[in-house]
T-cell receptor
Framework: EAQVTQNPRYLITVTGKKLTVTCSQNMNHEYMSWYRQDPGLGLRQIYYSMNVEVTDKGDVPEGYKVSRKEKRNFPLILESPSPNQTSLYFC?????????????FGNGTRLTVT | AQTVTQSQPEMSVQEAETVTLSCTYDTSENNYYLFWYKQPPSRQMILVIRQEAYKQQNATENRFSVNFQKAAKSFSLKISDSQLGDTAMYFCAFMKHNNNDMRFGAGTRLTVKP
């Protein structure tokens, strides 16, 4: 089944403790991205990647890192989480440069930083 | 930068009735794509319908249809014969023609009442 898999689904952590949210897709998609969803703000892009070893900042990259060593994986790293990073996070992927190609989303990760 | 505005934070409709969700966007591009995504309580992001800006004909998908007004930069979603399963958050999204970057509105929470 074609899908984007995110883990974990829920995560509670404390300020400053490094964490990684994993994302994997099995559709051979070139483009992958991370969004955070907050009430009243919709989804805002954190980072995106057009292909392996190519990553770029989105609208809200501060406090986050990503890597794209393999085509299928695009982990989101929070080196020193803070309470303002409490949010719902989505990984998404699509075929690169394909017109009219919608994003395929993972099931989300609910992160709480205390 | 493109912005997407959904002016209705919450809406409700009676089962079997019709409801229209509003979306406006701001862009200087001539060629682009517009999408409506549905997010039920399960948190999945589900593509509902898409529209290419160069097509004058409004897209339809079963009970879902759009009213695309390019000059007015408006892209509303009409849900006919509303069902309880339509209860969800609905996001309007914009994508430029040559770019996979998708911009989202803040969302409209729709409740279908029995």
């Amino acid at each position: 089944e074609a899908q984007v898999t995110q883990n974990p689904r829920y995560l509670i952590t404390v300020t400053g403790k490094k964490l990684t949210v994993t994302c994997s897709q099995n559709m051979n998609h070139e483009y992958m991205s991370w969004y955070r969803q907050d009430p009243g703000l919709g989804l805002r892009q954190i980072y995106y990647s057009m292909n392996v070893e190519v990553t770029d900042k989105g609208d809200v990259p501060e406090g986050y890192k990503v890597s794209r060593k393999e085509k299928r994986n695009f982990p989101l790293i929070l080196e020193s989480p803070s309470p303002n990073q409490t949010s719902l996070y989505f990984c998404a992927s699509t075929e690169g440069w394909a017109p009219n190609s919608p994003l395929h989303f993972g099931n989300g990760t609910r992160l709480t930083v205390t | 930068a493109q912005t997407v505005t959904q002016s209705q934070p919450e809406m409700s409709v009676q089962e079997a009735e019709t409801v229209t969700l509003s979306c406006t966007y701001d862009t200087s591009e001539n060629n682009y794509y517009l999408f409506w995504y549905k997010q039920p309580p399960s948190r999945q992001m589900i593509l509902v319908i898409r529209q290419e800006a160069y097509k004058q004909q409004n897209a339809t998908e079963n009970r879902f249809s759009v009213n695309f007004q390019k000059a007015a930069k408006s892209f509303s979603l009409k849900i006919s014969d509303s069902q309880l399963g339509d209860t969800a958050m609905y996001f309007c999204a914009f994508m430029k023609h040559n770019n996979n970057d998708m911009r989202f509105g803040a969302g409209t929470r729709l409740t279908v009442k029995p």
